[in-house]
């Protein structure tokens, strides 16, 4: 598997924007490293300036949980509160909607990336665009 490296990391941001160029959408994608650092945030002309404030947001989710954002979404939806709570104890960085997916290499998570900009399961399917093109896996192997 290949590391989580600038080449990687540009690689896997351009197969999520031109998966998203392919349908005519506008994102932003967000690639941080396993603790939530920032890599690299990109947003597509025309894309509204909030998303890439988002699409960081989920990514920070995806990373501290190593679960892709839609699970943490799923989850806390049945209690208010654990999403006030999540949220509120991140310091605000945490955005608990689906969109964001961990980066695995082999049985480690190495980071995460997200998107926002379109539907949030276009978002995700955007960003999953982007793993399988830098050789990443979502899940542990």
Known sequence: MPDLNLEAVQKMTNAALDHARQNNWRIAVAVLDA???VMQVTRMDGCNFLSADIARGKAFAAAAW???SAELAGRWSQVATAAAG???ISGQRIVPVQGALPIFDGSRCV???GASG???NEDEDCVRAGLKAAGFSESPS
């Open 66 to 68: 190593k679960l892709p």
């Open 118 to 120: 379109v539907k949030s």
């Open 111 to 113: 980071g995460a990336i």
């Open 86 to 88: 999540m949220v509120g």
């Open 35 to 37: 603790g939530g650092h």
